[in-house]
């Protein structure tokens, strides 16, 4: 059974950067899109952006000039970047599987991570 | 202000059929297939319905997805207390050089 992991920290304080990783198990996700969703407290879920294998991404144009999305196949993993936090970067956040082009279900999801943007 | 509309909430009781809609507009559901996702208090939300109507493997023929124009539904037959959830409808947008949008939600209270 495929299952994503997102590990990083907790907290981080405003004007930082956040640094999450995806980790995949159970299987190879190499020639599928992958992607980032955040969900703030109480709110409903943002698309931040997905991947390929090859490294080609899609960013949403309203985080676009903060994130930066990787991969690294050897590992299995993919990661996140944002940039310039503030408070309302605080939120829940999920990698996902996706299918073989970006326009593809996000079919297998991580348990998600908090982070907390506060001094 | 989410791109895709969905009512904030609906209700309904064990063994009845509930819908939930989804409306966009002619670059995202008007151009593209629609996802439904249940997320179940506390947990990741779970892929229900994709391509429009399709069910993954393992989710109850209770569900069901339908679209028609620029607007999709979500359709809940016999109901049951585990589907207390919230659902979400989702797109691919073809304006802005492509990105994903979501509804807001609905949250589904089984009375």
């Known amino acids: 059974q495929l299952q994503l992991q997102e590990s990083g920290p907790g907290l981080v304080k405003p004007s930082e950067t956040l640094s999450l990783t995806c980790t995949v198990s159970?299987?190879?996700?190499?020639?599928?899109?992958r992607g980032w969703i955040r969900q703030p407290p109480g709110k409903g879920l943002e698309w931040i952006g997905s991947?390929?294998?090859?490294?080609?991404?899609y960013y949403n144009p309203s985080l676009k000039s903060r994130v930066t999305i990787s991969v690294d196949t050897s590992k299995n993993q993919f990661s996140l970047r944002l940039s310039s936090l503030t408070a309302a970067d605080t939120a829940v956040y999920y990698c996902?599987?996706?299918?073989?082009?970006?326009?593809?279900?996000?079919?297998?999801w991580g348990q998600g991570t908090l982070v907390t943007v506060s001094s | 202000q989410s791109v895709l509309t969905q009512p904030p909430s609906t209700s309904g009781t064990p063994g009845q059929r509930v819908t939930i809609s989804c409306s966009g507009s002619?670059?995202?559901?008007?151009?593209?297939?629609v996802n439904w996702y249940q997320q179940l208090p506390g947990t990741a939300p779970k892929l229900l319905i994709y391509s429009n109507n399709q069910r993954p493997s393992g989710v109850p023929d209770r569900f069901s997805g339908s679209k028609s124009g620029t607007s999709a539904s979500l359709a809940i037959s016999g109901l049951q207390s585990e589907d207390e959830a919230d659902y979400y409808c989702?797109?691919?947008?073809?304006?802005?050089?492509?990105?994903?949008?979501f509804g807001g939600g609905t949250k589904l209270t089984v009375l």
């Open positions: 159970g299987g190879s996700i190499s020639r599928y899109y």
């Open positions: 996902a599987r996706q299918g073989a082009t970006v326009v593809s279900s996000f079919d297998y």
């Open positions: 991947i390929y294998y090859s490294g080609s991404t």
């Open positions: 989702a797109a691919w947008d073809d304006s802005l050089n492509g990105r994903w949008v």
């Open positions: 002619s670059s995202n559901i008007g151009s593209n297939t």
